[in-house]
């Protein structure tokens, strides 16, 4: 079974510094998404990013990118110049043809950026 | 504007009842997902639809039971056969299965608590 697995159960930043939230995941299927998601304690899921399996460059989004190592199976997300909005719970996911495509999540970690 | 609701966004019941929670789209989506998510937790998924009249089982399906009789609509059911139905469920959706690059929307969550 595929798997996500998120090594930071809590960082710490300061405001305006980047941060690099790991992800690695485990498949043997040579197509998937990548996903990253926030969470801040009203409960709702942001999307932030998305890789495709082939995507042959890194995503990018604004203030996020992506930092896919396809050899390495790892999908890091890089926050570029904190905020203290920023403060909230990250998943990493991935979606698989095998599961219907339904988004298999990570355990999260909880970032705090302050002042 | 068009998103995913999901009502009620609180919701209590004695131990031993049934509870249906609600999730409607009008994304005109095809597919619809349901998460549950225990405090500290990722996203577990429960139940999955690609299609209407045809869904699957997640990984954690036991004491769950859903329909999905019209595209719009993914009801959740949580049976009394669910031995610890405390949590927060989240409703999802994507506009094809094999779309994933359009990416999912999720509804802002029903928590359930059973007492």
């Known amino acids: 079974a595929q798997k996500i697995t998120q090594t930071q159960p809590g960082m710490f930043v300061q405001e305006k510094e980047a941060v690099t939230l790991d992800c690695t995941y485990d498949t043997s299927d040579p197509s998937y998404g990548l996903f990253w998601y926030k969470q801040p304690s009203s409960g709702e899921m942001i999307f932030l990013i998305y890789?495709?399996?082939?995507?042959?460059q890194n995503a990018t989004e604004g203030r996020y990118s992506l930092n896919f190592q396809k050899a390495r199976k790892s999908a890091n997300l890089v926050i570029s110049a904190s905020q203290l909005g920023d403060s909230a719970m990250y998943f990493c996911a991935m979606s698989l043809l095998n599961s219907g495509y339904a988004l298999n999540f990570g355990k999260g970690t909880s970032l705090l950026v302050t002042p | 504007d068009g998103g995913i609701t999901q009502s009620p966004k609180y919701l209590f019941r004695k131990e031993g009842q049934n509870v249906t929670l609600s999730c409607e789209q009008n994304l005109n989506h095809d597919a619809m997902y349901w998460y549950r998510q225990d405090p500290g937790q990722g996203l577990r998924l429960i139940y999955y639809?690609?299609?209407?009249?045809?869904?699957q089982k997640g990984d954690i399906a036991e004491g769950y039971s859903v329909s999905r009789e019209k595209k719009e609509s993914f009801p959740l059911t949580v049976t009394s056969a669910q031995k610890n139905p405390t949590a927060f469920y989240l409703c999802a959706s994507s506009i094809s299965p094999d779309r994933v690059d359009y990416g999912y929307t999720f509804g802002s969550g029903t928590r359930l608590t059973v007492v």
């Open positions: 639809s690609q299609i209407v009249n045809d869904f």
């Open positions: 890789q495709g399996s082939y995507d042959q």
